[in-house]
């Protein structure tokens, strides 16, 4: 089993900067890609931003230049650091993973709890 644990939502005023951090623990042999997604009430996820292990990062138009994904294989971690927030911004962050077990080998997807990121002023 593998469990993500996401940490860094609150809330912030229009124009500032959260960092949120993604770390995955368990049987893990691999991370392929891990990334972003996020909900705001009575709308579908989306996703926000998304790394690979070579590096190749993906971002939703609504954030380009403002949101950037980096990844610490080390630590088997992954961060949004989060600039000029908006209130669209506002929604529940979710952590997403794609790891190798370490087990079978097998891919599989995981999901984190969601952390709430809110802007308001």
Same mark, same amino acid.
């Given at each position: 089993?593998?469990?993500?644990?996401?940490?860094?939502?609150? =809330?912030?005023?229009?124009? !500032?900067?959260?960092? =949120?951090? /993604?770390?995955?623990?368990?049987t893990?042999?691999?991370?392929?890609?891990? !990334?972003?997604? &996020?909900?705001?009430?009575?709308?579908?996820?989306? =996703?926000?931003? *998304?790394?690979?292990? !070579?590096?190749?990062?993906?971002?939703?138009?609504?954030?380009?230049?403002?949101?950037?994904?980096?990844?610490?294989?080390?630590?088997?971690?992954?961060?949004?650091?989060?600039?000029?927030?908006?209130?669209?911004?506002?929604? *529940?962050?979710? /952590?997403?993973?794609? *790891?190798?077990s &370490?087990?079978?080998?097998? &891919?599989?997807?995981?999901?984190?709890?969601?952390?709430?990121?809110?802007?308001?002023?």
């Amino acid at each position: 089993q593998v469990q993500l644990v996401e940490s860094g939502g609150g =809330l912030v005023q229009p124009g !500032g900067s959260l960092r =949120l951090s /993604c770390a995955a623990s368990g049987t893990i042999f691999r991370i392929n890609a891990m !990334g972003w997604y &996020r909900q705001a009430p009575g709308k579908q996820r989306e =996703l926000v931003a *998304v790394i690979t292990d !070579g590096y190749m990062i993906n971002y939703a138009d609504s954030v380009k230049g403002r949101f950037t994904i980096s990844r610490d294989n080390a630590k088997n971690t992954v961060y949004l650091q989060m600039n000029s927030l908006q209130p669209e911004d506002t929604a *529940v962050y979710y /952590c997403y993973a794609n *790891v190798v077990s &370490r087990t079978d080998r097998g &891919r599989h997807a995981y999901w984190g709890q969601g952390t709430q990121v809110a802007v308001s002023s």
